[in-house]
């Protein structure tokens, strides 16, 4: 069965460090790849989408994909508290008309 | 905002009910989704519609039954419910049903007594 695997956590940092967050999966022919951020009785809000292999920086934010490996990450630089959140990674699955979400990984930010 | 509204935020219903969720998006998009997210679980892909037509149905229980009667507008009818159907149901859109960015609404928190 084709899955997205995260860790679940909650990974602790404290305030200013860097959050590394990682995401793996088995579907070989996916393309499209995106990291969701959903707050604690809130709906996903999207933060990252990449498409090829390498770094794609926004902000405090670098995506990184490695397709070989099967493996996305996601880097939080200068981590605030107000980044303390669920993670979620999605991914397409070839022939699948919808994105595949892993079950998220929460963050803890310390003040 | 997203530009994805549901209805009703939260939701109870005992079994024998009948209910509908309803959810609208302001976004020119061509996709609309269902998902249900349960606790600890990863977010469960319901139904896709593509310009109002039902492109994935993801073996969904026939008590969850899907309608969008235009590209702006999707409900999901429920009726006979179980409890573990109590989860939060997301409504989302997307430009084009290719696995493109999507954009979801607030949520119902449905609980089935």
């Known amino acids: 069965q084709k899955e997205v695997e995260q860790n679940s956590g909650p990974l602790s940092v404290p305030e200013g460090a860097i959050a590394s967050l990682n995401c793996t999966y088995s579907?070989?022919?996916?393309?499209?790849f995106f990291w969701y951020r959903q707050y604690s009785g809130k709906s996903p809000e999207l933060i990252m989408s990449?498409?090829?292999?390498g770094d794609k920086e926004d902000g405090r934010f670098t995506a990184q994909l490695n397709k070989a490996s099967q493996y996305v990450s996601l880097l939080i630089r200068d981590s605030q508290p107000s980044d303390s959140a669920t993670y979620l990674c999605?991914?397409?699955?070839?022939?699948?008309?919808?994105?595949?979400f892993g079950s998220g990984t929460r963050l803890q930010v310390q003040p | 905002e997203t530009g994805v509204t549901q209805t009703p935020r939260h939701l109870v219903m005992g079994m024998t009910n009948k209910k509908s969720l309803k959810c609208e998006q302001h976004?020119?998009?061509?996709?609309m989704y269902w998902y249900k997210q349960s606790a600890k679980k990863p977010l469960e892909l319901m139904f896709v519609y593509s310009l109002e037509e039902r492109v994935e149905n993801n073996s969904v229980p026939s008590r969850f039954s899907p309608e969008c009667p235009n590209s702006s507008h999707l409900f999901l009818h429920l009726h006979t419910l179980q409890p573990e159907d109590s989860a939060l149901y997301l409504c989302a859109s997307s430009q084009e049903a290719v696995n493109e960015k999507l954009f979801f609404g607030s949520g119902t928190q449905l609980s089935v007594l």
């Open positions: 999605a991914v397409n699955e070839a022939g699948r008309r919808a994105l595949t």
């Open positions: 990449i498409y090829s292999n």
């Open positions: 579907d070989r022919g996916s393309q499209s």
């Open positions: 976004l020119g998009h061509n996709a």
